[in-house]
């Protein structure tokens, strides 16, 4: 229920608009199984596993899923993966991390409320995958995309001009997390954020 709601927030990424869906021409968006699950029961199923877990490769150059009018039409069964970028979940020595795709015509638009829910979703649901599986993934996905620059969360939230972005960002976050009966410590305790991360929104 909680991930229904926080998708619906995500959904307003009105900067998505103009850009033509740039990043569904790239990469290979990961799927967790159930994630999987809830796109194959309504729509043809495009997956290939990779230990387990599952990506949607691009033959044509494109997403399967990508309609005609550049329009995602699994919009209501997406993924996090697809549903937070430009920002994105990995491991760095096991730690999580959340990078920014530079190469996102958006990614300087982005508002302290995505971001927020970005953090929560993308955190959660990266600690669903191991570290090897994951890195695994992030090997080919470099293969793919070896042009494709990506910035630490941690240091583009040092750089934004506006410190009100980031009293934003922590507000929305402290909230969302205390919503689910949990204070931002005992929180980062299961997920492990990166300690400049960590440090910058405590
Ligand atoms: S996330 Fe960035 S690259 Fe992807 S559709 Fe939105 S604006 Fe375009
Ligand atoms: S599933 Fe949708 S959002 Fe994700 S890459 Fe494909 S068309 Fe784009």
């Known amino acids: ?51 387990g877990n599952f990506v949607i490769p691009k033959p044509q150059g494109f997403c399967p899923y990508l309609n005609g009018d550049k329009l995602c039409t699994i919009q209501d069964q997406k993924g996090v993966d697809c549903l937070i970028y430009p920002l994105d979940p990995m491991y760095k020595r096991g730690f999580v991390e959340l990078v920014i795709d530079m190469s996102c015509p958006a990614y300087d638009r982005i508002t302290p409320e995505f971001v927020a829910s970005a953090i929560v979703l993308g955190a959660e649901w990266i600690k669903k995958f191991s570290v090897e599986s994951f890195d695994e993934y992030w090997d080919q996905f470099k293969r793919f995309n070896p042009d494709q620059f990506h910035l630490c969360l941690s240091d583009y939230l040092k750089n934004v001009r506006n410190k009100k972005f980031l009293r934003t960002v922590k507000r929305k976050l402290a909230d969302k997390i205390r919503s689910a009966g949990k204070t931002l410590h005992s929180w980062n305790d299961n997920i492990l954020l990166k300690e400049e991360l960590a440090d910058l929104l405590s």
């Open 1 to 51: 229920m909680t991930e229904k709601i926080e998708n619906k927030e995500l959904r307003m990424k009105h900067y998505c608009e103009p850009c033509g869906a740039k990043c569904c021409y790239t990469g290979s968006p990961l799927y967790l199984p159930e994630e999987r699950e809830l796109v194959v029961a309504q729509h043809p199923d495009h997956f290939i596993e990779i230990r």
